[in-house]
């Protein structure tokens, strides 16, 4: 066997191993989503015990999240405090804001505000 046919085995035999590799794993699941939004289409609770409303967009319904006391708070990627976010998101047309929350049970996971400085 030539030098060629030797590589060209070597591609098949790895090409090979990487289509039954990848056909050992597990399906994809989707376990948590995300609603972009600004800081005006938010409500936010006055304790990390409540629930935020949020409006994704003018068309679309209002969805009701529960925080829960792993629920992290980001402004420019800073860790703050309920109160902090809920502050610097007032008149915030123009701040846009993420939130991530599970699928199961629309428990929040993390609010994420950009402030423009």
């Known amino acids: 066997m030539n030098l060629i046919n030797k590589r060209a085995a070597v591609l098949l035999a790895l090409a090979a191993c990487a289509f039954t590799a990848q056909a050992q794993l597990p399906p994809i699941q989707i376990i ?8 005006v289409a938010v409500h936010f609770p006055a304790s990390a015990a409540g ?6 967009c003018p068309q679309c319904r209002d969805q009701t999240l529960q925080l829960s006391a792993a629920t992290g708070y980001f402004i420019n990627g800073h860790a703050v405090t309920l109160a902090q976010i809920t502050s610097a998101a007032r008149g915030g047309a123009d701040k846009p804001l993420t939130i991530h929350f599970r699928l199961k049970d629309k428990i929040v996971t993390r609010i994420d505000l950009t402030v423009p400085s």
């Not at 629930?51 to 994704?56: A, P, R």
């Open 51 to 56: 629930s935020v409303l949020v409006q994704g």
């Open 32 to 39: 948590e989503a995300s609603v972009e939004t600004t800081g």
